[in-house]
């Protein structure tokens, strides 16, 4: 019987499908450990607590205090306890110091650090002194993105403990289709699903949008909610009255993913993003995706350039320029949607994912040849 032990700040729906999975493989226990069940702000933002099956869930804010030390000392030696960053959460980190302590076979799931400006020197900064203590008694990382993957290279870890890493989704099982009527048929309608916060790179997107004028489109951007500033949506409003972007309320994910379904392009302009799921749930759904440089999930396009385009981020003329490419090829055919769909289904689905894991972890045990992701085969 192989253990994972996942310590995290919360339970996370861009992680569900694979640990679900994980837990009906046979011979497999999933124990998942969070800080709490899920964040307010995520609740906003039409997130929920997914379905987990068989994975056991514990929680620091249950009434009766957690005894987090016990889980890992009780936990059988053929155990992996991976934690969520290095550092990036006080109670997870603490835990994490414990095991490490203690000898256990530890792994790291990070996301790529935001390198941007002195903020950025100062995070690659920290890494590489936290290596200095910790890479020793670190028996493998589990790098979101291609950028983390060479960011922890580069502060000192060796490539014998990288390994390339990605969230997924939950398959959405309502068949998608581009039905319109004749009257709009020729007109692509594009996506934006986020947050107006400056980093999300949501006003590179509307000013390329404004600079588009010989393709027919129209662009939704679903990014209002309790906490959004008035202000900044009549500004992007009043700037965007002579053209086809209109501006809508979150919705719950599941009807967002349904809805994601009906448009020929998701766009995603981050200026960062550790991963960017939003692009998992267009591929599922078989919509395709333009993404920033700067997004962890613009490694899925780069080994696959039929699923979308990638963006140079905070390049407002690479955006509009790769958006006016994208759109110059006309709206997306029901076939190419069923193309896509099947293309997520095989390489970035759950149950690819938790195989994958276990690749990752005999690879380690047997000394074996690292496992290629299954999105960069």
């Known amino acids: 019987m192989t253990y994972f032990?996942?310590?995290?700040?919360?339970?996370?729906?861009?992680?569900?499908?694979?640990?679900?999975?994980?837990?009906?493989?046979?011979?497999?226990?999933?124990?998942?450990?969070?800080?709490?069940?899920?964040?307010?702000?995520?609740?906003?933002?039409?997130?929920?607590?997914?379905?987990?099956?068989?994975?056991?869930?514990?929680?620091?804010?249950?009434?009766?205090?957690?005894?987090?030390?016990?889980?890992?000392?009780?936990?059988?030696?053929?155990?992996?306890?991976?934690?969520?960053?290095?550092?990036?959460?006080?109670?997870?980190?603490?835990?994490?110091?414990?095991?490490?302590?203690?000898?256990?076979?530890?792994?790291?799931m990070a996301e790529p650090l935001d390198d941007r400006g002195w903020k950025g020197i100062?995070?690659?900064?920290?890494?590489?002194?936290?290596?200095?203590?910790?890479?020793?008694?670190?028996?493998?990382?589990?790098t979101i993105g291609e950028k983390a993957y060479y960011q922890y290279q580069s502060v000192g870890y060796p490539a014998s403990k990288l390994f390339h890493w990605a969230y997924c989704v939950e398959e959405l099982k309502k068949e998608q289709t581009n039905n319109r009527n004749s009257n709009d048929e020729k007109r692509i309608k594009i996506?934006?699903?986020?947050?107006?916060?400056?980093?999300?790179g949501y006003d590179l997107l509307v000013d390329a949008l404004i600079e588009v004028k010989s393709i027919m489109y129209e662009a939704d951007f679903y990014c209002i909610n309790k906490n959004t500033n008035n202000l900044v949506v009549e500004g992007l409003k009043k700037k965007t009255k002579n053209s086809p972007v209109n501006f809508y309320t979150m919705m719950d994910n599941q009807t967002l993913r349904e809805k994601i379904g009906e448009y020929d392009l998701l766009i995603l302009p981050s200026r960062y993003d550790g991963w960017g799921a939003v692009v998992n749930e267009a591929l599922d759904v078989g919509t395709p995706v333009?993404?920033?440089?700067?997004?962890?999930?613009?490694?899925l396009v780069k080994y696959n350039g039929g699923i979308g385009a990638i963006c140079e981020a905070g390049n407002?003329?690479?955006?509009?320029?790769?958006?006016?490419?994208?759109?110059?090829?006309?709206?997306?055919?029901?076939?190419?949607?069923?193309?896509?769909?099947?293309?997520?289904?095989?390489?970035?689905?759950?149950?690819?994912?938790?195989?994958?894991?276990?690749?990752?972890?005999d690879s380690l045990e047997r000394a074996e040849t690292k496992p290629v992701a299954p999105w960069m085969l």
């Open 5 to 108: 032990y996942f310590w995290q700040n919360m339970i996370s729906m861009h992680q569900s499908a694979y640990m679900r999975a994980l837990s009906e493989m046979p011979d497999v226990k999933v124990v998942l450990i969070v800080e709490e069940y899920i964040y307010s702000n995520r609740k906003e933002m039409g997130w929920n607590v997914p379905d987990l099956g068989a994975v056991e869930v514990k929680c620091f804010q249950e009434a009766t205090p957690l005894d987090w030390r016990q889980i890992i000392d009780d936990s059988p030696v053929n155990s992996y306890h991976i934690f969520s960053g290095l550092g990036a959460f006080k109670k997870i980190h603490t835990a994490f110091k414990h095991a490490v302590k203690n000898k256990h076979k530890v792994g790291i």
């Open 122 to 142: 100062a995070r690659l900064a920290i890494a590489r002194m936290s290596r200095i203590r910790f890479e020793k008694k670190i028996l493998f990382w589990l």
């Open 191 to 200: 996506i934006y699903a986020g947050s107006l916060y400056s980093w999300k």
């Open 290 to 299: 333009l993404v920033s440089s700067n997004c962890g999930s613009s490694t």
């Open 316 to 361: 407002k003329e690479d955006l509009k320029e790769k958006l006016t490419l994208l759109l110059g090829r006309g709206r997306w055919s029901n076939e190419n949607r069923v193309r896509l769909k099947q293309w997520a289904q095989k390489h970035i689905a759950g149950r690819v994912l938790s195989a994958y894991l276990l690749q990752i972890t």
